[in-house]
């Protein structure tokens, strides 16, 4: 679950950044043998820019970064929005 917030740049572009919280399940193992297994609910944060046009259909581009207690997971982000 996440909470969205835009920035308009023009009519078309806008800046956005998203805060949340997502439940993980993870494990580890190296050969065989399990070295972590944690589950929680961690912290997830996403910034980019997105783009849309006049047919509704869009695309964003952005950072994130995702919490799971010993593990983070930081990334780029590419996507496509359809908005009918």
Do not use: P
Not at 48 to 74: E, F
């Amino acid at each position: 679950m996440a909470a969205k917030g835009q920035y308009i740049l023009t009519k078309r572009n806008r800046l956005y950044g998203k805060i949340g919280a997502q439940f993980y399940e993870y494990e580890i193992s190296q050969q065989g043998s399990k070295i972590v297994v944690e589950d929680g609910i961690g912290l997830f944060i996403e910034t980019g820019w997105q783009y849309r046009w006049d047919n509704g259909i869009g695309m964003n581009v952005g950072l994130q970064s995702i919490d799971m207690g010993d593990l983070d997971v930081a990334g780029e982000t590419v996507g496509k929005q359809c908005h009918f």
